[in-house]
């Protein structure tokens, strides 16, 4: 054995404490560290060749990992704009250069821009809500925007379709059909219109102003309803309803004698051109598909309109599944973004970047993307925040026995100092 070969095994034995003492350093001062991951030290032997009758002491190698995949606990928030997983996946985030990276730290705030921003300085992106529900980019980051809560002003939407759901009574009488509203339109007076039931619906111009439908149903026969639909502004001012100034939207809607359901072959929708209401330039669509003709009074089960009246912002919602909505005083929600997350094969392996962000590596595997909910992802909590998955205890513990090694360590390498003087001795 070469007592130099003794001494340079101390010394790596030594550096290898060190390093070990290096991450349980960096873990004790992250444990609170918002999505923080633990690092750890892996030890692994580097043997000399041997020779016959004489052994070479070798060395160690050390290996830094991170527990990447596995989840902290969740500590709740006051904030709406705090984020967690409760799951699989990871945060895209964006840097200054463009460049985006996957994370678990969800502390994001507006910055001056309305960006939402982490504590690291990185951007939250995702997928902006046009008019229809964002699909996902499976394999790369395009497509991705800076979500921005700053651009929800004030805003209205114009209605452009309804659902109305209700059960016409089948004991009502059959009604003069040369008397319903649909005949007499906006030439009768109030004593010269019959019909069956009547109810209203609420829709908004782009203005935000409030539109309101008078819907009336006159029962024509067993089977068949006539559906007759007025503006409201168009209203008799004394009477509130007919004479109308303008012409009803109609429709006929046929039962099926036996279930009480609309017939297969009966219209279900009812159209009104957008150029009929004041703006409103879409088309206006009520569906009646839910409507029933059964033997029990007059009761509406559904009436909802999209659009809304002209309101301001009161905060933003996310929801579990990622979208970002604006919240209005009215009441109603707006979509804006839709966040996505971000996985690859193998996390643990993923290459580590200062301010808890982490970028795939060839060891990692390809990257995957989705949303939250999904098979492979978990869901987004609102109002939470994932604590770093360091155990203090287990830190505490590894620190006093690398202590006690790195010591074992250095008494390996005096003792191969003292023999060497011991050997030095001899030629004196």
Known sequence: MSLYGMM??????????????????DNIANSSTTGYKGASTEFSSLLMPQTNGSYNSGSVET??????????????????TDLAINGKGYFLVQDASGQTFLTRAGSFQPDSEGNLVNAG????????????????VANGFAGLQA??????????????DAIFSANLDAGQPVEDAARSPVAVGDSGAVEDVDYTHKSSLTAFDSLGNEVILDVYFTK?????????????????????????SAAAYTETLTFDPNTGALDSGSTSKLTIPGDELPNMPNPFEIDFAGMTQLGYKFSVTEA???GNGASIVTGVEIGSDGTVSAKYDNGDNTALYKLALGTVTSPDLMEVISGNVYSPSAESGDLQMGFAGTSAFGDIISGALEDSNVDLANELTTMIASQRSYTANSK?????????????NLAR
């Open 121 to 136: 300085g990185y951007t939250l992106m995702g997928y902006d809500y046009g008019a229809d529900e964002p699909s996902v």
């Open 220 to 244: 024509t026969s067993d089977t068949e309803w006539e559906v007759a639909v007025f503006n409201k502004a168009n209203a008799d001012p004394d009477s509130g309803s007919f004479p109308y």
């Open 63 to 80: 290996e830094t990992r991170y527990s990447i995949s596995q989840q902290g606990s969740l500590t709740y928030t006051t904030s709406d």
């Open 412 to 424: 390996v390498f005096q003792a191969g100092s003292d023999l060497l003087e011991t050997l030095v």
């Open 8 to 25: 340079r095994t101390g010394v790596s034995g030594m550096n290898a404490q060190a390093n070990r003492l290096s991450t349980v350093s």
């Open 304 to 306: 909802d309109v999209n």
């Open 147 to 160: 979500i921005n809560v700053s651009s929800t002003d004030m805003q209205a939407n114009a209605s452009t």
